[in-house]
């Protein structure tokens, strides 16, 4: 079964840094890109960090470039992202994504998401 578990949320102060890991099994990891995104209340659920399987090339949101940043270690099957300098603006539930081009499309897991909360 495959499954994608996130964690490292939590509440912070404007400023601050969190790093969010996304745990993956079930699948071959190294053979997918991986991404983060969020989503706050009422709003749509938008990409803000990815990272190609290919090259490890990424590409982040222009609201979080300089801040953020996505890593992967494929030995430990486990994305990770790195949040610093903290606004109250980035404060929505974060999901992790795993996606595969292939024939007819493409496959992609979802975690079940981690609340990060900027606030004083």
């Known amino acids: 079964q495959v499954q994608l578990v996130e964690s490292g949320g939590g509440l912070v102060q404007p400023g601050g840094s969190l790093r969010l890991s996304c745990a993956a099994s079930g699948f071959t990891f190294s053979s997918y890109d991986m991404s983060w995104y969020r989503q706050a209340p009422g709003k749509e659920r938008d990409m803000v960090a990815h990272?190609?399987?290919?090259?490890?090339?990424?590409n982040y949101a222009d609201s979080v470039k300089g801040r953020f940043t996505i890593s992967r270690d494929n030995a430990k099957n486990t994305v990770y992202l790195q949040m610093n300098s903290l606004k109250p603006e980035d404060t929505a539930v974060y999901y992790c994504?795993?996606?595969?081009?292939?024939?007819?499309?493409?496959?992609?897991?979802w975690g079940q998401g981690t609340q990060v909360t900027v606030s004083s």
């Open positions: 994504k795993a996606r595969r081009v292939r024939l007819g499309g493409e496959l992609a897991y």
């Open positions: 990272m190609s399987t290919v090259d490890g090339s990424t």
